[in-house]
């Protein structure tokens, strides 16, 4: 079993930063993969980034450059810093992690990007 809470969604600006927060409730070097998705209104979750226990990071195409998915080890938590928002980085952002062969979905966190 695995809980995740994320945190750090809010308004901002576009062009503007904002960091999320994922914190588990089971040590993060022990999950395998763990990762951030979005979903917009009217359309479908997507994979935004995810990072394997190592470090090694993964980027959609839509956020190569501008975001960065990097992991704490020490406090079980997984972040997203997000540069250069746009307003179509506009979503409900959910933290992810694939633990024995079940996924873990948080509850979600929303952030809003204004033109």
């Known amino acids: 079993q695995v809980e995740l809470v994320e945190s750090g969604g809010g308004l901002v600006q576009a062009g503007g930063s904002l960091r999320l927060s994922c914190a588990s409730s089971r040590s993060i070097f022990s999950i395998p993969v763990m990762g951030w998705y979005r979903q917009a209104p009217g359309k479908e979750r997507e994979l935004v980034a995810d990072?394997?226990?190592?470090?090694?990071?993964n980027y959609a195409d839509s956020v190569k450059g501008r975001f960065t998915i990097f992991r704490e080890n020490a406090k079980n938590t997984v972040y997203l810093q997000m540069n250069s928002l746009k307003p179509e980085d506009t979503a409900v952002y959910y933290c992810?992690?694939?633990?024995?062969?079940?996924?873990?979905w948080g509850q979600g966190t929303q952030v809003t990007v204004s033109s």
């Open positions: 990072i394997t226990r190592f470090g090694s990071g």
């Open positions: 992810n992690a694939r633990f024995r062969d079940t996924t873990y």
